[in-house]
């Protein structure tokens, strides 16, 4: 227990090492166990981290002689052919950057304990060059999008177009739209929700509002009411993990299908709906060659608007 062994794939247990002191999360187990940044950072975001017995993040400190336990990832062995994704649609490609429109059940890139398919893996299918910049398994990724979400998400193809994405992204000069169907119908029906969002303080896979969390912004307005749910435009400030997802349920109008954010399961079985109704429907951004202002839409995939057919029915 107070070694490191150099077998991964498993539960580790030791004292952190005094001359990691001070160091981020992500950083010491980067040191430790030869994991590349991205992977702890993935590692620690997915509640894999716990010093002290207290699950960390991956901006956190470590102390030293505190306890570490994690869980790490299986070794890599043979890398994954990249597979093609069927449904993963190319909507804009040029020397710089390609945007596509995601499918449900896709994740962004490779993560521990994720086997499914990623956009990354869909473009290498493809045949796409993308940027090197960034860590191995997610080279390219400037931002990213829930596995359940679906809709457009632009990669880097260029290293120039990397490091301009960040910053873009980092300075929020990217509008990002996003349509909701929530429960119930928000009051005032037109705001902002401006609230803090980190771990969830007793179920670590899921996020909340917490204070002292990271600054969060949404804002919304209904734009179609239905007697049980209301369809939102969303424009995001910030992008935390799940933000429209968490700052919604914490106004008691959780996304239809959401049940980890506590939708009613019932509602989303009458309408068809097996996952959250959350779709990135408008990507606007700086191209990263020239700086002109660029946008792409995406239409609402069947389910999705199969429930809206729904609602529209029954109003």
Known sequence: ??????????????????GLEGQRVDQALSRLFGLSRGAAADLAD???VLLDGRVRGKGDRVTGGSWLEVELPPPPGEPRAPE??????VVHDDDDMVVV?????VAAHPSPGWEGPTVVGGLAAAGYRISTSGAAERQGVVHRL???????????KSERAYTALKAAFKQRTVE?????LVQGHPDPSRGTIDAPIDRHPRHDWRFAVVQGGKPSVTHYEVVEAFPAASLVDVRLETGRTHQIRVHFAA?????????????????AARLGVSRQWLHAVRL????????????????????????LDTLRAEA
């Open 146 to 156: 829930d596995a359940a979400t679906t809709g457009l998400m632009v990669v880097a």
């Open 176 to 180: 990002k739209r996003y349509a909701a």
């Open 46 to 48: 997915a509640g894999g």
């Open 101 to 105: 429109d995601k499918p449900v059940g």
């Open 284 to 307: 606007g951004l700086p191209h990263p060659a020239d700086g002109s202002w660029v946008e792409f839409t995406s239409p609402y995939p069947p389910d999705l608007a199969g429930a």
């Open 84 to 89: 093609p994704v069927p449904g993963l649609t």
């Open 1 to 18: 227990m107070g070694g490191v062994s150099s077998t991964a794939g498993q539960h580790r247990a030791l004292p952190v090492p005094d």
């Open 251 to 267: 106004l008691r109008h959780p996304c239809v299908g959401d049940t980890t954010y506590g939708a009613d399961p019932t509602l």
